[in-house]
């Protein structure tokens, strides 16, 4: 499988995903899913100034990214999907059952969402998503950079259900 | 908001430009300015730490805006803050950004203090660029 990493990132293109997972992966391309990127070409110049020359950019949105996986997942090069949010994530993993498992990379503060940890803040309705996916087998743990810890989704919910009860 | 200033660097001198990216990196660089020029408090280091797209592009508009600088060193190239300031130029093409930052480019940018913002980030790149450099290994 050459799509080595799903992850819900709402920077998208920046240090962490091209550097930080796109160098010790050996990411050849990126799979940026996003419907609003995928219908502006100002976005998409914005993004490919993001990843370096060698490395290719491909934009998609949800509809083309289910159509096309087989394609990315067929391709002899190594890759990363980057999707901005949980819904996007949701309707990919719900389109494309062999989705195993999602990186929780960075989902920032906002009105609305709870701390989860350092980099996941979730709204009680993007949690009920996640754990929507959870139940249908996929494995949703949060992990910024690869040298972190892999912290599996029922770890940092259940502290911070544990942190409100004893508030 | 992850805008910071080291409190020992001078603040008396008006910031001409926003020096923003990852971690500590912006902080270090203007303590370094600092250290050698006395002159930090020509930039404004601001942190992408913690801070979502919309947020790093929200911070560094008002940090430009109450601070009048019209001049941002970045980075990485490919970094979000970069990236958040390639969408603010589309708003105010006058922005100048610079990135790649080092200590060389910055020290040179201070020295610039005469040269419209422009020509002096052009000058600081440039600098930048050829103090970075690997020797040795033999």
Known sequence: ?167 | MKSSTDDSVEKSESPRAIVAGHGDFPDGLVSAVDQISGRGGVFIPVSNRGLGAGDIESVLTETAASSNVSVIFTDLPGGSATLAVRRMMRANPSLVLVTGANLAALLEFVFQAAADPKSAAITAAEKGRTALAASGGQ
């Open chain 1, 1 to 167: 499988m050459s799509l080595a990493l799903y992850r819900i990132d709402d920077r998208l293109i920046h240090g962490q995903v091209v550097v930080g997972w796109g160098q010790p992966l050996d990411t050849d391309f990126i799979v940026l899913v996003d419907d609003n990127v995928a219908c502006c070409d100002w976005e998409q110049d914005l993004y490919r100034m993001g990843v370096p020359p060698e490395m290719e950019l491909i934009f998609a949105d949800v509809t083309t990214a289910i159509r096309d996986h087989d394609k990315y997942t067929s391709d002899e090069r190594e890759g990363i999907l980057v999707a901005p949010d949980i819904p996007t994530m949701q309707r990919l993993v719900s389109g494309v059952p062999s989705i195993r498992e999602v990186n929780l990379g960075g989902i920032h503060h906002r009105a609305g969402r709870v701390q989860k940890n350092r980099y996941v803040f979730l709204a009680p309705e993007e949690e009920a998503q996640l754990r929507a996916m959870v139940e249908s087998g996929v494995k949703v743990t949060a992990q910024d950079v690869p040298g972190a810890r892999e912290v599996p989704m029922s770890e940092f919910i259940a502290s911070s259900e544990a942190e409100t009860r004893s508030a």
